[in-house]
């Protein structure tokens, strides 16, 4: 266990170092297109080849690390702690909260969200950076990715309420805050991890397809997102394994995070 | 101790009905007196409304659903009538609880350390050496090691007995004038249940806390208990000291209850204390 | 590479016509062949076929339907584009482009045996006119308010009269398929080379051969060769190439470019390149005048210098070399070289050079700043592309655009929106800068374009539906538009559609890009095959294909 922490520990160092040296590392800006060598393999000037239009992909795969491992757990964070707050206390509080969290949550995950998305889209002015569109998807894709999480953690905070031990901190005197906080939220970790780590990947691929509503990262900039879409359609991977290195990265750096941060979870369990 | 008991010496006097909304009350007019240093046994089976009287006592009966009537005189002051936040300042530091099941009691992501910290907090402002303290002397009244990696370990890790022992210690931090205990031994295997009875009657003795003891076992009460009341059906049928109760049970369920027990335990190492407290008294 | 390249866009005309040479070869020769052979021709339908009562036909499907079993009086040849004759032996339009008259064929009948008579075409023509029946065919057909008359001469000679000219009125006859007047059978009783047997909605379209058909081959062997068609309904393009791969599948009407190369690595033999097709991809800027962006864009958008300059900046041989793998050829206009007899080769292509677009803006007054483009008020030049999301050529195009105008320091926001949101945008609200999107051509004849054309029109997409042409070449043009399509003089209307090609290359109200080729792919088991750059490219030879047994 020790052994497979410090190896995620070190992976994730790596990925992260090298996503902020791209500048130094990568041949060139992940927007250059070297249009004589469009789609090529490995080279010694471009390690991972080139795009369908002639970008370096190792270039792209830095840069959009960067945006992309920063970004969607910064998202995730945002839609657990939401969840947490609205799924979980409102299931403390219990009765009419409950009922009205669930409420609105069932509201939230009826709402026609395409169509939000399209209105969203449309208020936002078409001359925006691709950065701020980028932050702006990731910052919907954490407000709305909260409602399924909430449900879970609704019903869960509901039988922690009547639990022994909380009936025992309330007779010790604890205040209610302090019972919610230090008592309820950390039994409600196992469905927080989950909702987290599930909600990462999830939202780099969200991230990619609302490309379609001319949300996300906007060309050239890149993410793993975008990065994964090129393997849409027909790469196979004996023809062209080097495409594979985002899903690679995505599915290593999910795996190093879980491995990192789980410790605590495991014992407790 | 409590040899001799008078009205006056009441810590804490009840007479309440609770009904749960559409239903049969739980309570019917029961009335019952705490003595400053006196232990109660308050003895029923399951469902006669023994852990509803010990939660109107800590206000933690469900304030929708619950009605309850009547007054509970404690420290000067009707806690039917208190507010949620003087309620919340007397839970824990003037009445603690202790319930049945140690590993459920405690919360099981939380390390013990963490669980006396806010149980001291609660009711205790100062720097964390002064909690620390506390915590050790805690523990240490309840005959738990007091060092570092104990208290970091997580109720999962710890045995039964301990895991009730760190409830104990929990409960006590504060010096409460009553403890109320209810089933805390039922979970427990004989062993450690007489153990942690020895600890309850130790800490009576030392700190001169009061313990409203509740089960459904008469004969662990008897135990521990100087007074005994019989709860049936929401009421009180009975009540009186130990020895009245063993020797002369009025009420007729208290002579079923009497029959029911074991001759084994009536003659056998176990209720000798008894019989001797009931003596000495 | 881009050498290479260069020299296929100079040789593709001469290299086509030499790929047609060869395919009449095959043909002739297969011919031989298919007399015992026949078999059943399987290939995909992309859609649900909508209807199969040929006069309501608009989608894809339901003409691809309609071309293999409707019987038509005249036929365009999908290979040599003339008109040859088909049910009508022969026809003549009247001095004041207002009267067709047919002389038909005899001795032929329907499906179920019904013999065909001019009766049938008088019956056809009444239906499809009918304003009742919204038909998308009898709206070209409408050139004037007031009734269409059939009158039969005799059983094998029929006119038409319409209410005003009608501009190319007989190449209009290959889209309607003749019904039955007195079969029971009404429209399942067809004249085409095969008749729908079976329909499994979602699944499959069966064809079976048409017992009755009339037409014989060269040696009087009665067509078509094959015994049926199967026609699977299947949207996804990845499982028709995988079937197709797998030989459960004839023919792939039109490939990608990248399914192209995919394919052509492994088995060259199996793809079609036809050339360039008669579709374009362009990008146009937005010169409404009421649209919500600012004053100062606008008077970019509406300068020609401004957009001759943004075209002349532009790299086409990377665009057809790079996103569509060299199956693409730059855009010279609106129409392509394709369209043999409507292009105007006096077209010069659109040279590529960033410093001539650079110095064409500095005389507008704009000025090059720090590697930012700034125009006279010293606003910075940004403005944003749209294109349709998922629609990976054009976001490609797109990403190598805003590449190409860094370089003369203007700055391009590249986005994707869902075609609705897009469509919305562009019609509705105005509310965009600048678009890239595709023309699909059906149509050879330019009257197929009024709609795009005319200025007063909704589909004018840089400046739709205005009351009076805003400036003077856009009056020119329709002035142009409305002479060619008043004209019966083919020399006279190609003459006026040739000024509007050379004004739309002058002002660049569209800034055409590239012509898709035409890519399909052929099994080696289908014999007879020809793939042209009109629809449907591979089968318009239906009757005359054979699929050997596997």
Redesign the interface.
């Known amino acids: 266990m020790n052994l497979w922490r410090k190896l995620a520990c070190v992976i994730l160092a790596v990925v992260l170092c090298a996503s902020f040296a791209a500048n130094w590392l990568a041949p060139a800006g992940y927007a250059r297109q070297y249009r004589e060598a469009t789609n090529a393999g490995p080279s010694r000037t471009h390690w991972l080849g080139t795009d369908e239009i002639g970008r370096d992909r190792f270039a792209r795969v830095l840069y959009g690390t960067r945006i992309s491992l920063l970004l969607a757990p910064a998202a995730a964070l945002l839609s657990t702690l939401m969840a947490a707050l609205i799924g979980g206390l409102a299931g403390y509080l219990g009765g009419v909260w409950a009922r009205m969290a669930m409420a609105v949550t069932d509201l939230f995950l009826s709402l026609p969200w395409l169509f939000l998305l399209i209105t969203a889209r449309a208020l936002m002015p078409l001359n925006v950076s691709p950065l701020i569109s980028v932050l702006v998807t990731f910052l919907l894709l954490g407000l709305l990715g909260w409602t399924t999480a909430a449900r879970v953690l609704c019903t869960t905070a509901g039988s922690l309420r009547s639990a022994d031990f909380v009936r025992q901190a309330r007779a010790a005197g604890i205040p209610g805050q302090r019972l919610f906080w230090i008592h309820v939220m950390p039994n409600l970790k196992p469905v927080l991890y989950a909702q987290f780590w599930i909600s990462i990947p999830v939202f780099i691929l969200s991230e990619a397809n609302l490309g379609i509503l001319g949300l996300g990262v906007a060309e050239p900039m890149p993410s793993w997102g975008s990065l994964l879409k090129e393997l849409e359609g027909l790469v196979s991977l004996g023809d062209e394994p080097w495409k594979f290195v985002p899903l690679i990265l995505l599915v290593l750096v999910v795996i190093s995070f879980q491995l990192l941060l789980s410790r605590h979870d495991e014992v407790a369990a | 101790m409590s040899l001799t008991p008078s009205q006056d010496q009441a810590l804490l006097s009840a007479r309440i009905s609770v009904r749960y909304a559409g239903k049969q009350p739980v309570l019917r007019d029961v009335e019952i007196e705490i003595r400053r240093g006196e232990v109660l046994g308050l003895v029923g089976q399951s469902g006669s409304g023994k852990s509803t009287l010990a939660m109107a006592i ?1 206000g ?1 009966l469900d304030s ?1 659903r619950a009605q309850a009537e009547g007054t509970i005189a404690f420290q000067n002051a009707n806690l039917l009538q208190l507010s949620e936040r003087e309620l ?6 003037a009445v ?6 140690p590993l ?7 390390k013990i350390r ?2 006396l910290k ?2 001291w ?3 205790a402002s100062g720097t964390a050496a002064d909690c620390a303290i506390a915590i050790r002397a805690s523990l240490a009244s309840v005959s738990l090691p007091a060092d570092d990696e104990f208290q970091r370990k ?1 109720p ?1 890790q710890m045995s039964v007995g301990q895991a009730q022992r760190v ?1 104990i210690a ?2 006590i931090m504060h010096r409460p004038a009553l403890l ?1 205990a209810d089933e805390a031994t039922s979970a427990l295997d004989v062993i450690t249940q007489s153990e942690i009875l020895a600890l309850f009657r130790e800490l009576n003795r030392s700190t001169g806390m009061a313990i409203l003891y509740i089960s459904h076992d008469l004969a662990s009460v008897a135990g521990i208990c100087d007074r005994i009341a019989i709860l049936h059906q929401g009421a009180i049928v009975e009540c009186g000291t130990a020895s009245q109760i063993f020797s002369h049970p009025k009420h007729e369920y208290t002579q079923r209850l009497m029959a029911a027990l074991p001759r084994i335990l009536l003659t056998n190492k176990e209720p000798e204390p008894k019989t001797e407290a009931a003596a000495a008294r | 590479m881009s050498g290479r390249h260069k020299m296929r866009g100079q040789m593709s005309k001469t290299c086509w016509k030499s790929i047609a040479v060869g395919v009449i070869c095959v043909a002739s020769l297969s011919a031989h062949v298919a007399a015992q052979a026949g078999g059943e021709l399987k290939f995909c339908l992309r859609m649900e076929p909508k209807t199969f009562d040929p006069l309501k036909v608009e989608d894809e499907a339901s003409a691809a339907i309609r071309y293999l079993t409707g019987g038509v009086l005249v036929r365009v040849n999908r290979q040599t584009q003339e008109l040859e004759p088909e049910l009508a032996q022969s026809w003549n339009i009247s001095k004041d482009g207002r009267q067709i008259t047919f002389r038909l064929r005899s001795g032929i009948s329907f499906s179920d045996g019904t013999p065909f008579a001019a009766e049938d075409v008088a019956y056809t023509v009444q239906q499809l006119m009918d304003p009742a029946l919204h038909s998308a065919t009898g709206d070209a057909f409408r050139s004037g308010t007031g009734n269409v008359e059939s009158k039969v001469i005799s059983p094998t000679q029929i006119s038409i009269t319409f209410p005003a000219p009608v501009a190319g009125l007989d190449r209009l006859f290959d889209q309607v398929a003749i019904l039955s007047e007195r079969s029971p059978k009404k429209e399942t009783a067809v004249l085409g080379p095969f008749i729908v047997a079976d329909y499994k909605p979602g699944a499959t379209v069966l064809l079976k051969r048409n017992p009755n058909y009339w037409k014989t081959d060269g040696q009087g062997r009665k067509l078509p060769y094959l015994d049926s068609i199967r026609l699977d309904i299947q949207p996804n393009r990845d499982v028709e190439m995988l079937r197709f791969k797998r030989g459960e599948l004839d023919l792939i009407n039109s490939l990608d470019s990248e399914y192209f190369d995919k394919l052509a690595a492994t088995s060259p033999q199996l793809v079609h390149d036809a050339g360039p097709s008669l579709d374009s991809e362009q990008l146009w800027f937005n010169e409404v005048a009421k649209a919500p962006i600012p004053r100062y864009k606008k008077n970019w958008f509406r300068s020609a210098n401004f957009r001759r300059a943004i075209s002349e900046a532009i790299n086409r041989e990377d665009l057809s070399r790079i996103v569509f793998h060299g199956h693409a050829q730059p855009a010279l206009g609106p129409f392509s070289p394709a369209n043999k007899f409507w292009f105007n080769s006096n077209l010069q292509p659109q040279t590529y050079s960033p410093d001539a677009a650079l110095k064409a803006l500095q005389t507008d007054g704009f000025r090059l700043e720090n590697g930012v483009l700034k125009d006279k008020d010293r606003n910075e030049v940004v403005f944003s592309i749209v294109t349709n999301a998922g629609s990976k050529p054009r976001e490609r195009m797109a990403v190598l655009i805003q590449d190409d105008l860094q370089k003369i320091g203007i700055h391009v926001n590249v986005v994707t929106l869902d075609f609705p949101s897009l469509i919305e945008r562009m019609t509705q609200s105005f509310d965009y800068e600048a678009i890239i999107l595709g023309l699909t051509n059906v149509d050879l004849d330019p009257n197929g374009e009024m709609n795009v054309w005319l200025s007063s029109s909704e589909n004018h997409q840089w400046n739709p539906q205005q009351k009076v042409p805003e400036t003077s070449w856009e009056a020119e043009i329709d002035r142009l538009m409305r002479a060619q399509a008043a004209s019966t003089d083919p020399r006279r209307r190609k003459e006026a559609f040739d000024r509007v090609q050379e004004i739309v290359a002058e002002e660049q109200p569209f800034i055409f890009l590239i012509n898709k080729n035409a890519l399909s792919a052929v099994s080696t088991a289908v014999h007879g095959a020809a793939p042209v750059i009109l629809s449907p490219q591979t089968f318009w030879n239906a009757d005359r294909l054979t699929v050997a047994a596997k």
């Not at chain 2, 919340?88 to 530091?93: D, F, H, K, Y």
């Not at chain 2, 603690?96 to 099941?101: E, G, T």
């Open positions: 800590l933690l929708k919340r300042a007397l839970r824990g530091r603690s609880l202790v319930l049945q099941s459920a009691s405690l919360n099981p992501s939380l963490t669980q806010e149980a907090r609660a009711h997580y999962s409830l929990m409960a109320i």
